[in-house]
């Protein structure tokens, strides 16, 4: 099996920005007092510190409810592949989004909250679809591809999954595009793996 892993962790960034603008905000006021300058200079250092703060102390608390999504990369229907449809939630069945990719209108509902996008997909379907999808979700996500064989033994990619499952997270478990029987026994499983990694499974 082989992992590739382009991705990113948007809450890294926002924490890497945080820590940045705290630096920042203590620079500036050091300076702006050594230098004597009116006393609201040293005010807008304080207020540098006060938002990089409170940033960290949010990235810290968002972190620990972060949702890892995990899916599926078939090759679709022969030969056409996946089509353009309309997806929906039933929660907001106001915002369509129309996409080949189902990936899409989850990623963009949970942007928010994904700490990852784990994709599971063969070595054809990964040479036909990663850039394309890719693309349409670089500004939402970072994705990581992970090659297994469409005849995967069931026990061996349950395996797989739980070896990339954090504990004591959510989980997106999206089966729609998975391949041939692991969709029905994926089902039978959720509840072996809820138990053995402690993770919340998303309905």
């Given amino acids: 099996m082989k992992s590739i892993k382009p991705g990113r962790r948007r809450s890294r960034y926002n924490a890497v920005g945080a820590v940045i603008g705290i630096v920042f905000g203590i620079i500036w006021t050091i300076a702006a007092l050594s230098m004597g300058a009116p006393f609201f200079f040293p005010l807008f250092g304080l207020v540098f510190i006060g938002m990089g703060v409170y940033n960290a102390v949010y990235n ?16 679709g229907s022969k030969p056409e592949g996946y ?12 915002h ?37 999808l890719t693309k349409k979700t670089e500004n939402l996500a970072g994705l990581s591809f992970i090659k297994i064989k469409h005849t995967i033994d ?38 072996y793996i809820e138990m053995t990694k402690k993770v919340k499974i998303k309905k």
């Fill in 60 to 75: 810290y608390r968002k972190e620990g409810k972060m949702v890892q999504y995990f899916t599926f990369l078939g090759l």
């Fill in 83 to 94: 089509k353009e449809v309309i997806y929906t939630f039933q929660d907001d069945p106001d």
């Fill in 96 to 132: 369509a989004t129309i996409s080949e990719f189902i990936q899409l209108p989850i990623i963009k509902k949970f942007a928010d909250q994904l700490s990852e996008v784990i994709v599971f997909c063969t070595d054809e379907s990964y040479e036909k679809y990663h850039e394309a």
């Fill in 154 to 191: 069931f026990d061996a990619f349950v395996k797989e999954l739980l070896s990339h499952m954090r504990e004591n997270e959510e989980v997106i478990l999206d089966i729609t595009h998975s391949f041939r029987n692991i969709p029905m026994k994926l089902l039978f499983a959720l509840k």
